[in-house]
């Protein structure tokens, strides 16, 4: 009998627990992943021109005089119009697709939006990865406003609900293409696998790694990339997309011209995506030369290939997004 009403006042004890953090989290502002909260309060009921971005958009060297963004660069050619960037390592189309949905929920009308299509994403290096998974974001902008979801935010983030779908042994183990031909496993052509990372052996691995895949039409990203062509056009966003530039010299010089070979055949296929479906997409994978790359210099990135910029680079970027704008829309905005 005693153990009877232990219970009963257990069970009733938890219950007002569950109803404080109820009323505790419906009244406090959560405190979700910052690019959520950012999009939600930084974008108003009208923008003129917004950005989203992996590190390509936004990383300078040290060297360089010029330390703005892609989209910093393109605002002083617009100066009577806002332009907002988002922008974040690893950022990729499936997570540009949340994003655009997110902010179309939230009311917010955007006249231009520019994307790039970063090359490497494709790649198992990026696209299998857990950590580009972004799982919490996705649910916190797919269930922004739904308050039971909002109660249960913080202990589902405590205990690390979030988790990607893909583990850690399924990115090791998986496979590494260079074209179909299987070159081994992620696991080793990660940076720690290797002793010398300024090896002839390490730069070519990284090229294959990031680079040699031959792209499907089915990949998840492209179908993203579908999608969010097919959403801006519902709500009369126009899109800018582009491919970002690639250290394509460089790769010829490690694997030969199989590189770029190969990178003409795996952007072809997003051109043809981009007829088919009647959109433009500005193809800058082999516009500027390896001197406008900063990856060589670069030991916080392993000294691996990436498509980060010069100042003078991201300049070039800017100006020919600028011209694509003006293409796109009848002589600009």
């Known amino acids: 009998m005693n153990l009877n009403r232990f219970l009963y006042k257990l069970l009733f004890l938890f219950l007002i627990l569950l109803l404080a953090q109820c009323g505790l989290y419906l009244v406090i502002p959560q405190e979700y992943p910052s690019i959520v909260t950012e999009l939600s309060q930084e974008l108003k009921s009208h923008n003129d021109i917004v950005g989203f971005g992996d590190s390509s958009v936004y990383f300078y ?72 998974e972004f799982e919490e974001e996705i649910l916190a902008m797919k269930y922004f406003n739904n308050w039971i979801f909002r109660i249960f935010y913080k202990p589902l983030a405590v205990f690390k609900l979030f988790l990607p779908k893909i583990s850690d042994h399924d990115y090791n183990n998986a496979i590494v293409y260079n ?35 031959s792209l499907k039409k089915k990949h998840r990203k492209i179908i993203s990339l579908l999608k969010i062509n097919t959403i801006a056009k519902k709500n009369n966003i126009k899109v800018v ?34 007829n088919s479906e009647g959109f433009d997409m500005l193809d800058l994978s082999c516009a500027l030369s390896t001197n406008y790359f900063t990856w060589r210099s670069d030991p916080a990135g392993d000294y691996s290939p990436n ?18 704008i003006g293409f796109q829309f009848d002589g600009g905005l």
């Open 241 to 274: 997309f582009y491919v970002t530039p690639i250290d394509f010299e460089f790769g010829n010089i490690v694997i030969g011209s199989d590189f770029q070979k190969r990178i003409v055949e795996n952007v072809s296929v997003l051109t043809e995506i981009a």
């Open 179 to 213: 074209g179909e031909k299987i070159e081994g496993r992620v696991k080793e052509f990660l940076s720690s696998s290797y002793d010398d990372w300024h090896s002839k052996k390490y730069m070519k691995d990284k090229f294959i790694f990031h680079y040699m895949y």
């Open 61 to 132: 060297a040290k060297e360089d005089k010029v330390k703005k963004s892609i989209f910093l660069m393109l605002s002083e050619f617009y100066p009577h119009s806002k332009i907002n960037e988002f922008d974040s390592p690893a950022y990729h189309l499936n997570f540009y697709e949340h994003m655009l949905e997110f902010i179309i929920a939230e009311n917010k009308n955007v006249k231009v939006l520019i994307i790039p299509i970063n090359m490497r994403s494709f790649s198992p290096q990026w696209d299998m990865n857990p950590g580009y």
């Open 307 to 324: 498509e980060h910029l010069t100042d003078k680079g991201r300049l070039f970027v800017a100006r020919k997004i600028k011209e694509q």
